[in-house]
């Protein structure tokens, strides 16, 4: 089953931005860490970017920082990526987890750390 939806995928030209979204579907996850994951073609999945269930905490991948930012409104129970300054090497899809380790937000905690995940979305960008 799908807990998670992402959106906000598309293409987008090399030095372009993206905005993903992630948002819950049949429970919430307003007191849940959240992470961003992404999978190329042919490669495993890697952690991207994550957050605390309050904001207060996010933890980044080196390869993203600078160029993302995680946030998260629990008013609306939705997670964000926004990617700025894209270059080919990120296209992927692009998904959205849940875990039930708080500590997670702090760390780049790899994906089997992760409870509930959406279907993912596709970022391709061109050069």
């Known amino acids: 089953q799908v807990q998670l939806v992402e959106s906000g995928g598309g293409f987008v030209q090399a030095g372009g931005s993206l905005r993903l979204s992630c948002a819950p579907s049949?429970?919430?996850?307003?007191?849940?860490?959240m992470g961003w994951f992404r999978q190329a073609p042919g490669k495993e999945r890697e952690f991207v970017a994550s957050?605390?269930?309050?904001?207060?905490?996010?933890y980044y991948t080196d390869s993203v920082k600078g160029r993302f930012t995680i946030s998260r409104d629990n008013a609306k129970n939705t997670v964000y990526l926004q990617m700025n300054n894209l270059n080919p090497e990120y296209t992927a899809v692009y998904y959205c987890?849940?875990?039930?380790?708080?500590?997670?937000?702090?760390?780049?905690?790899?994906?089997?750390?992760?409870?509930?995940w959406g279907q993912g979305t596709q970022v391709t960008v061109s050069s």
């Open positions: 957050i605390s269930w309050n904001g207060d905490t996010t």
């Open positions: 049949g429970r919430t996850f307003s007191s849940n860490a």
């Open positions: 987890a849940a875990t039930r380790n708080y500590y997670c937000a702090g760390y780049g905690c790899s994906p089997t750390e992760y409870d509930y």
